[in-house]
């Protein structure tokens, strides 16, 4: 158990359809991350939060749209997506921002329709 | 631009073979070369990693042997077993000014045969 839960680890969804995904650190740590995994693809690094604040977007669609109420919990809140946003998020913590260790969800596997 | 590149993309290795993957990099503000283990379903993991103060570091059976001067860095798998079928991937930290961020290859998909 890596102590990062992520909900829910399918979703599907239309095109206009207004969905959140969910991630949970139980290991006491600051900093939160997205990633975006694609096939064949590096994983992308979409939203870094430490200690609430956010500290990074890389160059992330508004349709992606992060929350960070408390060092613990992480959202994503997803709306108008298009198919090619279809991907595996995966949601990470580490000690601070820039640590060494990063702790992985297991991911919440998204499709576009 | 890519600043990480992984080798090979896929990899198939007999039970008892050994397996290598390397990354080369281009960013020379790199200071930490992790490699990451990832099972079908679930998120990656941190595997093993070295500094670039040391030219090779073993856990068990998975050894990095890091070149500095050629910008490499490898995971060399030993007596490889099929529950280390996995996907791997080596996320070298590059540092810019006071930030600091992992920096992910493509992945190599292992297939150990029993």
């Known amino acids: 158990e890596t102590g990062v839960t992520q909900t829910p680890r399918h979703l599907v969804m239309g095109m206009t359809n207004k969905k959140s995904l969910k991630c949970e650190q139980h290991l006491g740590h600051n900093a939160m991350y997205w990633y975006k995994q694609s096939a064949k693809k590096p994983l992308e690094l979409m939203f870094v939060?430490?200690?609430?604040?956010?500290?990074e977007n890389n160059s992330v669609p508004s349709r992606f749209s992060p929350e960070c109420p408390n060092s613990s919990h992480l959202f994503l809140h997803l709306h108008t997506l298009q198919p090619e946003d279809s991907a595996l998020y995966l949601c990470a913590s580490s000690q601070e921002e820039g640590r060494e260790k990063l702790f992985f969800g297991s991911g919440t596997q998204l499709s576009v329709l | 631009q890519q600043q990480v590149k992984q080798s090979p993309q896929s990899l198939i290795v007999q039970k008892g073979g050994i397996s290598i993957i390397n990354c080369a990099y281009e960013?020379?503000?790199?200071?930490?070369f992790p490699w990451y283990q990832q099972f079908p379903g679930k998120g990656p993991a941190l595997l093993i990693a070295i500094r670039p103060d040391v030219s090779e570091k073993k856990e068990g059976r998975f050894t990095i042997s890091f070149n500095k001067s050629a910008k490499q860095f490898s995971l060399h798998i030993m007596d490889s077993q099929p529950g280390d079928s996995a996907t791997y991937f080596c996320a070298p930290r590059v540092v810019s000014g006071s930030a600091r961020q992992l920096t992910f290859g493509s992945g190599t998909q292992l297939t150990v045969l029993p």
């Open positions: 939060y430490n200690f609430k604040e956010q500290t």
């Open positions: 960013n020379t503000a790199f200071d930490y």
